[in-house]
């Protein structure tokens, strides 16, 4: 089974290349972020004639999240954490792996920048909550994936310049300690796990030639719990997608399981 992660960065502007990035590569599960559009105005007409139905919690403009399948995906939630401010940044969803019973948790968490304002503030309150929800969540299923946009740079080796970044809400020591608590529950960072040094990334900004410079970050993470570290075949982070005209300035991660 090949699942993917992709913050897309506006669905209906971007579909052109996820309908091409489905007939090329033709994966059975898309969780997508950063939708940008109301439940009603996502395409799923476009994606239905593919063979995916679509599971939407999508915010006019802003943020969003969805699940594309082709296989069946039970107990679609958007209710996972308490957002003070009501945006919609998690669906979850079960799925079957042979006898195996997993947990989706797609995730677009915030940005956190500027640092000296309410939106770091929001960030760090919202990562508490889903660190928490997270550890109530082992109690009844202990085979949990949870993917996305987390807005997160986990070690230095994971963007160009670490100096640039300590100081900023995505590389923050306190940010990153948190992507550690959540390790620490019994998850591992499937990418790291199966690539110790490689230096890859899967986000350049629009700006200053970033892409062309390979100005990037590794801000896009698949988490496993542990006892499914035995399904993972493999892990990549697809670039192609990042080359196209409009392009989304993330690229999709792509993982397969067993």
């Known amino acids: 089974m090949k699942i993917i992660s992709w913050n897309v960065n506006s669905v209906r502007a971007r579909v052109t290349n996820i309908l091409d ?7 059975d599960i898309l969780l997508l972020q950063e939708i940008k559009t109301q439940d009603e105005n996502f395409p799923y007409e476009e994606f239905k004639k593919r063979g995916y139905d679509s599971h939407v919690y999508g915010q006019k403009s802003y943020n969003g999240v969805a ?8 107990n679609i939630n958007k209710d996972f954490i308490i957002d003070d401010l009501k945006q919609s940044r998690i669906i979850t969803g079960e799925i079957k792996l042979k ?10 968490v915030p940005n956190g920048n500027p640092v000296e304002t309410e939106k770091y503030n929001y960030k760090k309150d919202w990562i508490k909550k889903f660190v928490s929800n997270i550890k109530k969540k082992l109690f009844n299923n202990s085979n949990l994936l949870i993917a996305g946009d987390f807005n997160i740079i986990p070690e230095e080796i994971d963007v160009y310049d670490f100096k640039r970044y300590e100081n900023d809400a995505l590389g923050k020591l306190e940010i990153r300690k948190k992507f550690r608590e959540l390790l620490n529950l019994g998850f591992n960072d499937v990418y790291r796990f199966k690539n110790k040094k490689k230096q ?28 499914l570290i035995e399904n993972i075949k493999s892990i990549h982070i697809n670039k192609i997608p990042r080359s196209k005209v409009k392009p989304s300035d993330h690229t999709p991660i792509e993982l397969e399981i067993i």
């Open 67 to 74: 699940i594309l399948s082709k296989v069946e995906v039970k």
């Open 200 to 227: 890859e990334y899967t986000f350049w900004d629009y700006f200053a030639g970033s892409w062309q410079k390979n100005y990037g970050m590794r801000i896009d993470h698949f988490l496993l719990s542990n006892n």
């Open 21 to 27: 990035y489905i007939k090329e590569f033709s994966p």
């Open 99 to 108: 006898k195996k019973k997993i947990e989706l948790i797609n995730i677009y």
